[in-house]
């Protein structure tokens, strides 16, 4: 028999796998032969191992004594580092804790390679170690800060000094979830993804070489130990570094079997692949996919063929094999024990087989791959993992065992020529059953394709529709009803698993989603309401599974949007709040998931827009741009960032531009919102202008552009600009008409033209414009007036009784202007308030004014006084109908408060609001002379209408 010669390192990772004295005796006796001084090294460092060490591991004092050199014990000096203790040892070298004196001071891990392991190949591939840390750069992976000789001529290196624990025990320790630590175990394949884009592969990632540390109070794993790293794309260093024939390299339990197999097949970063894999098995189960006794006391080359043939349980198998111990592995994961097993059926089950795949081209391409799958699973996304089909593995088996296969052939072939027709009726019962079971499961599986299916035309087609045209389409509503119908007979599952009642409260959802955008509000609050409850009931039952907290953060957050639709902002807030404190919750949580982060500054800017809070709105921008400032390509982030951004703008016009403010102090604010208004323009813009703009469709992109210039436009009339102010607005219009014309059927586009429309002839008679401004009311009043009467639904849509009003105000203000026409106006300004009744503050005044006109005086007065902020400049009117009721005295008096608020505002030289000064000078003029006062006359013979 040829003898396999095996390097020191080879022998070291095999001895110390065996437990048994003798047995370890047996074989450095065999290995070593007659060659006492290998024995003496290898029998001295195997005395200072454990089965299983980390090279950060305490080593006894008697061991450090004896492997430490003189130059090397506590306090000596080696370049600028002074050693202070011996915290661990490897393969080939010891660590010291060490504290660096020039050119700066800090403590750090330094690796000396250990005496008697110095021959030319060790020191190359220690070398190799330093080189390869040298290129990294990466927060997961330990830095590398030095290197050098020591006095002695043996090399070391200074690197990181990490003070954590094995991934798995710090896991443990703090008794994470599964999810939180597949987010953890993400962050370790980026990391070794980056390894390998520097060329670099670990070969030996195991949790001992996977530290986490805290940092600001978050766990954060490092990827330690590039001891036997293998350079993949260049050269790590000058001196002879390979892996020779027969010699093994890494730690049994998590190497790939190509490494196991010590053949000529070259390893390449699939290898890694494997081990995290095996860590990953581990990170889920608390056990390695081999058992470890097994491995130890099986022999090297059982040991080796165990690696490379035998398939290991599914994750969810071995938990059902753990017995006992199973109740403290899911105590440690926060789970259920009659649950664990069966959360890991299917989709985690596949992430981990298909890592540890005995064929490498089987495996994931990258370590990238395998995290994106995890993070699909974590975001409740199909993953591309899938089990391995039943012809695959049973050629795996028959290569294996060809022999046992050929005689059992012969055995079963004689059985069944002996027993074909007593069997022959079991067999078709049998078969009857097995064509059941394939048609339900086909049944099954069919269901789950057909569910998936309506998921992706949902989110492709449907979630496109919602945004781009809520005014849908025959053909499209009649699409929603049937997915909504799919979706309902989902959520009429009552299944006790968690994850089928997940996705039954994600299913009401969606029909809450297309309720609202086919006007069955209330139909949509009902169903999201069982969502809330659905979701409560699983985050009660389990709390620490952040699925479940952020499926209830959207439901609760729907369900506000529900009622900010109806400007039912006082219902809507709780739910905001209640979505945002799940929302924050997850994103303290789990910081590195941008996701949650994103659904909070969502929820936040909700919220601001119901509340009109400055705090709120704050708070929204803030987040916001955070966000952004993580992932400035997300097109929902900019376009979020957007919505806060203009919602804040609003607030500053409304909370700090006051009756009482000064001048001064509105034009600061006006300023700024002048300034956000247009950040947001130069956002909207940019997103435009990227051409793919997908999840935000591009049309509700350039409706929201249109808006935020009617916007800009208010706020450049307020600051008495007009000129700025047209521009402005006409874009806008010019935008709003390219959309009416692209999408005729979309309402919404129709209705803020109108807007657009009156508000321009607003700042085009201030600025003296009139035959402009004649013009857009009449386009405003035509386009507003074809809308109620071809859409009575309108009713849902509060907005348009701001414009109704402006129309109103245009036939009914000026008695000589050629619009003048009180009994449209009268109707306009009904129309409006029986659309915003609840908050129709300006469609009363418009209502009262008009009802002046029209000679119904009372009318006109108890108009006015339903004005929210009574009295204001409406006053005016209001003494005017007094009068008409021959009670002068409240005429007067009532006069005499319109006038001090005008003359105030006056003297303040205040910015333009509406009605601007002149129209107010214009109503008091007309009100003076109608009481006497001033001049002493009376209305100049303008004759009055009769009550109708």
Not at 277 to 294: H, S
């Amino acid at each position: 028999m040829t003898t396999v010669q095996l390097d020191e390192e080879a022998i070291y990772h095999v001895a110390r796998l065996i437990t048994d004295p003798e047995a370890r005796d047996a074989y450095l006796r065999q290995v070593c032969g007659d060659d006492v001084a290998r024995r003496d090294r290898l029998d001295a460092l195997l005395r200072v191992c454990d089965l299983e060490p980390s090279f950060l591991e305490p080593l006894p004092v008697d061991a450090t004594a004896e492997l430490t050199g003189p130059a090397e014990r506590e306090g000596a000096a080696i370049g600028p580092y002074t050693l202070l203790e011996a915290i661990g040892e490897g393969g080939m070298g010891t660590v010291y804790m060490a504290d660096q004196t020039e050119p700066v001071r800090r403590r750090v891990a330094l690796k000396v390679i250990k005496p008697g392991m110095d021959t030319e190949q060790v020191v190359a591939r220690f070398e190799a170690e330093r080189q390869a840390l040298a290129q990294m750069d990466h927060p997961n992976i330990a830095k590398v800060h030095d290197g050098g000789m020591t006095p002695s001529g043996r090399p070391y290196f200074a690197m990181e000094l990490v003070r954590g624990l094995p991934i798995t025990e710090y896991c443990d320790q703090h008794e994470l979830s599964i999810p939180e630590r597949l987010e953890l175990f993400v962050l370790v394949c980026r990391a070794v993804q980056h390894a390998h884009q520097k060329g670099v592969i670990h070969r030996d990632l195991k949790p001992s070489n996977v530290l986490v540390t805290v940092v600001d109070g978050v766990g954060v794993p490092k990827v330690i130990d590039f001891g036997i790293a293998k350079a993949t794309g260049q050269a790590l260093t000058e001196k002879t570094l390979f892996t020779g024939f027969h010699q093994f390299v890494g730690t049994p339990l998590y190497v790939s079997p190509e490494q196991a197999e010590m053949s000529g097949v070259d390893v390449d970063t699939r290898s890694d692949i494997y081990s995290l894999g095996v860590l990953l098995y581990e990170l889920l189960t608390g056990t390695t996919p081999f058992d470890p006794e097994t491995l130890r006391q099986a022999a090297f080359d059982e040991m080796r063929r165990i690696i490379r043939e035998e398939e290991p349980p599914r994750p969810s198998m071995r938990l059902s094999s753990l017995g006992e111990t199973l109740t403290s592995v899911s105590a440690q994961r926060k789970a259920d024990p009659r649950r664990l097993g069966g959360s890991m059926k299917g989709e985690l089950d596949w992430l981990v087989m298909k890592a540890l795949e005995k064929d490498r081209c089987r495996r994931y391409e990258t370590a990238n791959d395998f995290a994106a799958d995890v993070m699909r699973y974590l975001t409740d996304r199909p993953v591309e993992a899938f089990p391995p089909s039943a012809w695959y593995r049973f050629t795996k088996f028959a290569r294996r065992n060809q022999l046992a296969i050929l005689a059992g052939s012969v055995v079963v072939l004689s059985l069944v020529a002996g027993t074909a027709v007593s069997t022959w009726q079991g067999f078709r019962a049998a078969e009857a059953e097995r064509h059941a079971n394939a048609d339900r499961l086909r049944a099954d599986k069919r269901s789950q394709l057909a569910r998936r299916a309506v998921d992706e035309m949902y989110e492709q087609v449907a979630e496109k529709w919602l945004a781009d045209q809520p005014n849908l389409t025959a053909l499209q509503r009649e699409f929603l009803e049937k997915a909504q119908a799919i979706y309902e007979q989902l959520a009429a599952e009552q299944a006790d698993d968690p994850a089928t009642r997940l996705d039954v409260a994600l299913a009401r959802l969606k029909v809450g989603r297309i309720g609202i955008a086919m006007g069955r509000f209330d139909e949509a609050a009902g169903t999201l309401r069982r969502a809330i409850d659905e979701c409560r009931a699983l985050v009660d039952r389990i709390p620490h599974e952040p699925r479940y907290r952020h499926a209830l953060g959207r439901c609760l957050r729907q369900l506000g949007f529900l009622h900010s639709s109806l400007q039912q902002y006082r219902e809507a807030e709780p739910f905001y709040r209640l979505a945002i404190g799940q929302f924050e919750r997850l994103a303290a949580e789990h910081p590195a998931d941008l996701e949650y982060r994103k659904d909070l500054a969502i929820a936040y800017q909700n919220l601001a827009n119901s509340t009109d809070r400055e705090e709120d709105s704050s708070r929204a921008v803030e987040l916001c741009e955070s966000v952004l400032a993580e992932a400035p390509k997300d097109v929902v982030a900019r376009d979020t960032l957007a919505l806060a951004l203009m919602t804040r703008a609003g607030i500053l016009k409304t909370t700090h531009i006051t009756e009482e403010s000064d001048a001064s102090v509105d034009l600061r604010w006006l300023g700024e919102a002048e300034r956000l208004d247009r950040r947001v323009v130069e956002l909207q813009e940019g997103l435009l202008a990227d051409g793919s703009t997908q999840p935000v469709p591009t049309p509700y992109l350039r409706t929201s552009l249109a808006i935020t210039l009617i916007n800009l436009h208010n706020t450049q009339h307020a600051l008495n600009r007009p000129d700025d102010a047209i521009a402005t607005m006409r874009r806008a219009e010019s935008l709003l008409e390219d959309l009416v014309n692209d999408y005729p059927e979309h309402l919404e586009h129709h209705q803020t033209l109108a807007g657009c429309l009156l508000n321009l002839a607003s700042t085009l008679h201030r600025d003296g414009q009139e035959a402009e401004a004649d013009e857009a009311t009449r386009r405003g009043v035509e386009l507003a007036e074809s809308i109620l009467r071809e859409h009575p639904e309108i009713s849902r849509k509060p907005s348009l009784a701001y414009y109704l009003a402006l129309a109103a105000d245009r036939y009914s203000v000026s008695p000589d202007g050629p619009f003048y026409d009180p009994a449209r106006a009268l109707k306009l300004a009904r129309r409006a308030v029986e659309l915003q009744p609840a908050q129709a503050g300006l469609a009363w005044e418009s209502l009262g004014w008009a009802s002046y006109r029209a000679g119904e005086w009372k009318c006109c007065i108890e108009s006015l006084e339903k004005r929210e902020s009574y009295p204001r400049e409406g006053d005016f009117f209001a003494a005017m109908a007094h009068w008409r009721l021959d009670d002068a005295a409240k005429a007067r008096e009532v006069f005499a408060r319109a006038d001090a608020t005008l003359a105030a505002d006056e003297k303040r030289s205040k910015p333009g609001r509406y009605p601007d000064v002149a129209m107010r000078r214009q109503i008091r003029a007309e009100a003076a002379g109608l009481l006497g006062i001033d001049h002493g006359e009376s209305d100049a013979g303008r004759p009055v209408p009769k009550p109708q």
